[in-house]
């Protein structure tokens, strides 16, 4: 392995010397030597992008890069909380990554989240994902191909990530060193800053080829002729009308939002990916961390879905039949796995009032005796020392990611009961569900179990999401939990989650004028009034910064991808604003 300090004079400007023409990646002068500087601000997400004057790479990519942990220069230039957990958040994690080419794509082996930090493997606090990008060459460059890919920093411990975009170049066994940077990011939590970085990692670079990568270029091309098929967002407007998406959230800004979606008889509509630096590059791989958007896509649908292989017996499995530890009191007798999805156990923190119910009330009160905990064990038994309160299970919704991963655990628990010791509930999830509906490259979060097994899945997320994944899931709630012939949800229960059945969740909050909001296995309902007799309840799915996926009768999705805190920017729009739009389309009431 090698890493070329000086190459031959005559190459780069992005990579090497941090600088390029504002509208594409036109190198600087020929004669500046490799390495004269180190990566210097934030440029254009273009100069990542093939140029007015790109051609195809003089050659195709296969082999190893490792990259060497460094720290970001970041805006701000200081965190508040630099060190996190131990870890350092303003160092970009030494990693290893592998890459093939097929045509022109750019494509990483490892399409899994790549656990840096929450293995404390080196100082820095991030795990990193890899996403599909590109290769070319630029006129100036002469031997040299350029590659990109999109990459986003995350922890399993946060529902958001930091999204960016890599490039390095390379001519036979030589790479240069890697320019990246991160230019958006959904809304954070532990790590309070809404930071840009940037950056230039030495690179070693390992040219043995790839372990069965015809394998891998065969499943690539799979992925790419499957994929649904996408339109910009001014074709929803050419299609509907230009009225109809005023005041959809557009325009938008992107200290707000990222992503607006529309789903529609199978053709996702998206907007730019917006970003300070111009739009993000490859945005239909990246993957974002949609909070408790996760909760619906990732627990409800745990739920149903063992319900359709098992029965729908399983919402009533008693909690304490699944967990090892004894509770210290008698409040969680009878509180079964469906009161848990529900938020609806009878336990946790905040006041006895409940009319009107604040549905948050004592959300974050003792948070953070749980919440870094990594092992199922020490969440379990710091869940079960919550406050009992005066009610039942099943009677108050009481908003609790605690209760949302008790989920998990039974869930898990009953898999192994039905399928043995080494089954594990996210296996069975990718399996059976995600993968066999389009959704490839399944991703979750996982608690990190001492003896190296898999962990139970993070039921209040995260599940990080492409938007076409996220797409895909909604089609199949939408379509009765049924994938080309198969049924993959119990229909019936789906149909109690869709509002489809008298069933109704529980109440929260002051009734509105289009009626009463609800939640119910882990999913929140619109009250929505589209006159002319149209009066429907809307389920979406919902997470912190203004993450959301909104189901409707008339078959139409709408996502959101969005940046925004409780504590900065203005209030986006709320869900009747993409339902009016829905409406518009196509009514809501048949």
Same mark, same amino acid.
Not at 411 to 417: L, W
Not at 435 to 441: A, E, N, Q, T, Y
Not at 484 to 499: F, T
């Given at each position: 392995m090698?890493?070329?300090?000086?190459?031959?004079?005559?190459?780069?400007?992005?990579?090497?010397l941090?600088?390029?023409?504002?509208s594409?990646?036109?190198?600087?002068?020929?004669d500046?030597?490799?390495?004269?500087?180190?990566a210097?601000?934030?440029?254009p997400n273009?100069?990542?992008?093939?140029?007015?004057?790109?051609?195809?790479?003089?050659?195709?990519?296969?082999?190893?890069?490792?990259?060497?942990?460094?720290?970001?220069?970041?805006?701000?230039?200081?965190?508040?909380?630099?060190?996190?957990?131990?870890?350092?958040?303003q160092?970009?994690?030494g990693v290893?990554?592998?890459?093939?080419?097929?045509?022109?794509?750019?494509?990483?082996?490892?399409?899994?989240?790549?656990?840096? /930090?929450?293995?404390?493997?080196?100082?820095s606090?991030?795990?990193?994902?890899?996403?599909?990008?590109r290769?070319?060459?630029?006129?100036?460059d002469?031997?040299?191909?350029r590659?990109?890919?999109?990459?986003?920093?995350?922890?399993?411990?946060?529902?958001?990530?930091?999204?960016g975009?890599?490039?390095?170049?390379?001519?036979?066994?030589?790479?240069?060193?890697?320019?990246y940077?991160?230019?958006?990011?959904?809304?954070?939590?532990?790590?309070?800053?809404?930071?840009?970085?940037?950056g230039? &990692?030495?690179?070693?670079?390992?040219?043995?080829p790839?372990?069965?990568?015809?394998?891998?270029?065969?499943?690539?091309?799979d992925e790419?002729?499957?994929?649904l098929?996408?339109?910009?967002w001014?074709?929803l407007?050419?299609?509907?009308g230009?009225?109809?998406?005023?005041?959809?959230?557009?325009?938008?800004?992107?200290?707000?939002?990222?992503?607006?979606?529309?789903?529609?008889?199978?053709? &996702?509509?998206?907007?730019?990916?917006?970003?300070?630096?111009?739009?993000?590059?490859?945005c239909?791989?990246?993957?974002?961390?949609?909070?408790?958007?996760?909760k619906?896509?990732l627990?409800?649908?745990?739920?149903?879905?063992?319900?359709?292989?098992?029965?729908?017996?399983?919402?009533?499995?008693?909690?304490?039949?699944?967990?090892?530890?004894?509770p210290?009191?008698n409040?969680?007798?009878?509180?079964?796995?469906?009161?848990?999805?529900?938020?609806?156990?009878?336990?946790?923190?905040?006041?006895?009032?409940?009319?009107?119910?604040?549905?948050?009330?004592?959300?974050?009160?003792?948070?953070?005796?749980?919440?870094?905990?990594?092992?199922r064990?020490?969440?379990?038994?710091?869940? &079960?020392?919550?406050?009992?309160h005066?009610?039942?299970?099943?009677?108050?919704?009481?908003?609790?990611?605690?209760?949302?991963?008790?989920?998990?655990?039974?869930?898990?628990?009953?898999v192994?009961?039905?399928?043995?010791?080494?089954?594990?509930?996210?296996?069975? &999830?990718?399996?059976?569900?995600?993968?066999?509906?389009?959704?490839?490259?399944?991703?979750?979060?996982?608690?990190?179990?001492?003896?190296?097994?898999i962990?139970?899945?993070?039921?209040? /997320?995260?599940?990080?999401?492409?938007?076409e994944?996220?797409?895909?899931?909604?089609?199949?709630?939408?379509?009765h /939990?049924?994938?080309?012939?198969?049924q993959?949800?119990?229909r019936?229960?789906?149909?109690?989650?869709?509002?489809?059945?008298?069933?109704?969740g529980l109440?929260?909050?002051?009734?509105?004028?289009?009626?009463?909001?609800?939640y119910?296995?882990?999913?929140?309902?619109?009250?929505?009034?589209?006159g002319?007799?149209?009066?429907?309840?809307?389920?979406?799915?919902?997470?912190?910064?203004?993450?959301?996926?909104?189901?409707?009768?008339?078959?139409?999705?709408?996502?959101?991808?969005?940046?925004?805190?409780?504590r900065?920017?203005q209030?986006?729009?709320?869900?009747?604003?993409?339902?009016?739009?829905?409406?518009?389309?196509?009514?809501?009431?048949s």
């Amino acid at each position: 392995m090698r890493s070329p300090k000086h190459l031959a004079s005559g190459l780069l400007c992005l990579v090497l010397l941090g600088g390029c023409d504002q509208s594409g990646s036109a190198p600087l002068p020929a004669d500046a030597p490799v390495g004269a500087a180190a990566a210097d601000g934030m440029l254009p997400n273009s100069a990542f992008l093939p140029g007015a004057g790109a051609a195809p790479a003089h050659a195709s990519f296969e082999g190893t890069l490792q990259l060497a942990a460094a720290e970001m220069s970041t805006n701000p230039a200081q965190f508040a909380k630099r060190m996190m957990l131990d870890r350092d958040t303003q160092l970009f994690p030494g990693v290893s990554l592998s890459f093939f080419t097929h045509g022109d794509h750019l494509v990483p082996v490892d399409r899994d989240l790549i656990r840096v /930090g929450s293995l404390k493997t080196g100082g820095s606090y991030w795990d990193i994902f890899v996403f599909p990008g590109r290769v070319w060459s630029e006129p100036a460059d002469g031997a040299w191909s350029r590659a990109s890919f999109g990459f986003a920093l995350t922890n399993p411990l946060e529902g958001e990530t930091h999204n960016g975009v890599a490039m390095f170049l390379y001519d036979g066994d030589e790479v240069s060193d890697l320019r990246y940077q991160i230019v958006t990011l959904t809304s954070p939590f532990y790590v309070e800053e809404f930071f840009e970085a940037w950056g230039q &990692l030495q690179v070693l670079h390992d040219p043995a080829p790839i372990h069965g990568v015809g394998a891998l270029q065969l499943d690539y091309a799979d992925e790419l002729a499957d994929k649904l098929p996408t339109l910009p967002w001014d074709e929803l407007g050419l299609a509907v009308g230009p009225e109809a998406l005023e005041g959809s959230d557009t325009p938008v800004s992107p200290q707000d939002i990222i992503a607006l979606a529309l789903v529609r008889d199978g053709v &996702l509509y998206r907007s730019p990916c917006y970003t300070p630096f111009g739009e993000l590059p490859y945005c239909d791989d990246q993957r974002f961390g949609i909070w408790s958007a996760s909760k619906t896509a990732l627990g409800a649908v745990s739920m149903l879905a063992l319900a359709q292989k098992y029965g729908p017996e399983v919402f009533d499995l008693p909690i304490l039949d699944y967990i090892d530890a004894a509770p210290p009191h008698n409040g969680w007798d009878g509180v079964t796995v469906g009161d848990a999805l529900n938020m609806a156990t009878g336990l946790g923190e905040g006041s006895e009032v409940i009319e009107p119910n604040e549905n948050h009330d004592g959300y974050l009160v003792r948070y953070d005796e749980w919440y870094p905990l990594a092992s199922r064990d020490d969440k379990v038994a710091a869940i &079960l020392t919550a406050t009992d309160h005066p009610w039942g299970p099943g009677e108050v919704f009481r908003y609790r990611d605690q209760d949302m991963f008790l989920v998990g655990v039974v869930g898990d628990a009953y898999v192994k009961e039905q399928e043995g010791p080494d089954a594990s509930l996210w296996e069975f &999830l990718a399996d059976e569900v995600y993968r066999p509906i389009g959704v490839r490259h399944p991703v979750a979060g996982l608690t990190l179990e001492p003896d190296g097994s898999i962990g139970v899945p993070l039921m209040q /997320g995260p599940l990080w999401s492409t938007l076409e994944y996220l797409a895909r899931i909604a089609a199949l709630m939408q379509n009765h /939990g049924e994938y080309e012939g198969r049924q993959i949800l119990h229909r019936e229960r789906l149909a109690e989650l869709m509002y489809e059945t008298p069933t109704r969740g529980l109440p929260y909050g002051s009734p509105t004028d289009a009626g009463i909001r609800t939640y119910h296995m882990a999913t929140w309902y619109l009250p929505f009034d589209a006159g002319e007799d149209c009066e429907v309840e809307l389920p979406y799915m919902s997470g912190w910064g203004g993450q959301r996926v909104l189901m409707l009768p008339n078959g139409i999705a709408t996502i959101r991808i969005a940046r925004q805190g409780g504590r900065r920017g203005q209030a986006l729009a709320s869900p009747s604003v993409p339902a009016a739009l829905a409406h518009a389309m196509r009514p809501l009431c048949s």
